[in-house]
Antibody
């Protein structure tokens, strides 16, 4: 059974930094494209970032480009999201999600985000 | 303002059918497959339909998807109370190089 468990969510002030982790199990982690999706309180879904199966290709939403960095450790079956210079508008539940493909990030996203974690809450406020 | 446009809400009585539309442009739906997600209150999203019209694993046949041009639709047949949820469409966008989501449609079973 696929399991994705996010951790690292916290309350922090604007300008601060945080690293989220997503521990994966139940599948061969290094074979699949992964993504982070967030949801602000009472709002819709926003795709944050995607990373290829070997970590060689990464994509970011314009709202986080230059501040967030996605990475993965395939030896530890873990996905990361380093969040720097956070803003109030970064407040959200952050979900880790697995695609059903190990192709390019673009192609994998077409096949869909088939498995999701339970999410971890990040609150940014002064 | 979401890149993909969905109606904010739809409602219908049990047993009937609802259709949720998702309108995009050539750079997203026009060029790429559409996925649909269901999000129950307080839960993580769940993939319902991928690649425009393929049901995800474990999804009942009451959910179906379609795409024509730059628009897509999700149909829920034989509506049941457990279908009350928020529904989102998504697609890759060539111009933005990201996945774009619709704003979500709240389905209410009357």
């Amino acid at each position: 059974e696929v399991q994705l468990v996010e951790s690292g969510g916290a309350f922090l002030q604007p300008g601060g930094s945080l690293r989220l982790s997503c521990a994966a199990s139940g599948f061969t982690f290094g074979n699949f494209v992964m993504a982070w999706v967030r949801q602000a309180p009472g709002k819709g879904l926003e795709w944050v970032s995607g990373i290829s199966d070997n970590g060689g290709s990464t994509y970011y939403a314009a709202s986080v480009q230059g501040r967030f960095t996605v990475s993965r450790d395939n030896t530890k079956n873990t996905l990361f999201l380093q969040m720097n210079n956070v803003r109030d508008e970064d407040t959200a539940v952050y979900y880790c999600a697995k695609t059903n493909s190990g192709l390019s990030v673009e192609s994998a996203m077409e096949v869909g985000l088939g498995d999701w974690g339970q999410g971890t809450l990040v609150t940014v406020s002064s | 303002q979401s890149v993909l446009t969905q109606p904010p809400s739809v409602s219908e009585v049990p047993g009937q059918r609802v259709t949720i539309s998702c309108s995009g442009s050539r750079s997203n739906i026009g060029q790429h497959a559409v996925n649909w997600f269901q999000q129950l209150p307080g839960k993580a999203p769940r993939l319902l339909i991928f690649y425009n019209d393929l049901p995800a694993s474990g999804v009942t046949g009451r959910f179906s998807g379609s795409k024509i041009g730059t628009s897509a639709s999700l149909v829920i047949s034989e509506l049941q109370s457990e279908d009350e949820a928020e529904y989102y469409c998504s697609a890759w966008d060539d111009r933005l190089n990201v996945v774009v989501f619709g704003g979500g449609t709240k389905v209410t079973v009357l």
